[in-house]
């Protein structure tokens, strides 16, 4: 299991509140378009997708009532920590149930270590769902609370899952 599958269901996922947002984040929270083309684009030095994981696998709970799947399904799980300069400022997990996968497995097999955001937002007929918010922990960074979103994206009507936690370096 995968150390991000432990962290992403213990927290509450909640609709965006930006006043309640420091000023850093909203702005990253709030981005509609490719995160990680954003973070290239910021990057003053060389951006780089690093893929921790890609396979099959049953998605969390949480994960199974966003997407509205049957418990026990499977998905393909991909997470990639997205660094600048060699400092990882973004952690993402993506969950792609079988059904999404079929008509865009060929290009999605291809993405080796570039963003996905590149082939969702080159999609026709992709959507982007409302954005919600939560604090989490992933281990390596101890007891520090990060600020991590989700969105339901789709592709004509399948549905994607894709959840991005913001890492220090990002703010530091």
């Given amino acids: 299991m995968a150390m991000s599958e432990r962290v992403f269901t213990k927290h509450a996922w909640h609709p965006i509140r930006t006043r309640r947002l420091p000023p850093w984040v909203r702005s990253w929270l709030l981005?509609?378009?490719?995160?990680?083309?954003r973070l290239e684009q910021a990057c003053p030095g060389e951006f780089e997708v690093v893929?921790?994981?890609?396979?099959?696998?049953?998605?969390?709970?949480?994960?199974?009532?966003?997407?509205?799947?049957?418990?026990g399904s499977y998905a393909m799980i991909r997470e990639v920590t997205l660094t600048c300069d060699g400092r990882p400022c973004v952690h993402a997990r993506s969950v792609v149930p079988?059904?999404?996968?079929?008509?865009?497995?060929?290009?999605?097999?291809?993405?080796?270590?570039?963003?996905?955001?590149?082939l969702l937002?080159?999609?026709p007929h992709t959507h982007r769902g409302a954005v919600e918010i939560a604090r989490i922990r992933l281990p390596e960074y101890g007891r520090e609370s990060l600020w991590a979103r989700r969105s339901l994206f789709r592709?004509?009507?399948?549905?994607?899952?894709?959840?991005?936690?913001f890492l220090p370096a990002l703010y530091s």
């Fill in 31 to 37: 981005e509609r378009d490719s995160l990680s083309r």
């Fill in 51 to 71: 893929v921790r994981c890609q396979r099959l696998a049953r998605p969390q709970p949480h994960e199974v009532r966003t997407l509205d799947l049957r418990r």
């Fill in 98 to 118: 079988l059904a999404t996968l079929g008509p865009i497995r060929l290009r999605f097999r291809r993405l080796d270590a570039r963003p996905l955001g590149n």
């Fill in 121 to 123: 937002f080159s999609l």
């Fill in 155 to 165: 592709i004509g009507n399948a549905p994607l899952l894709v959840i991005e936690a």
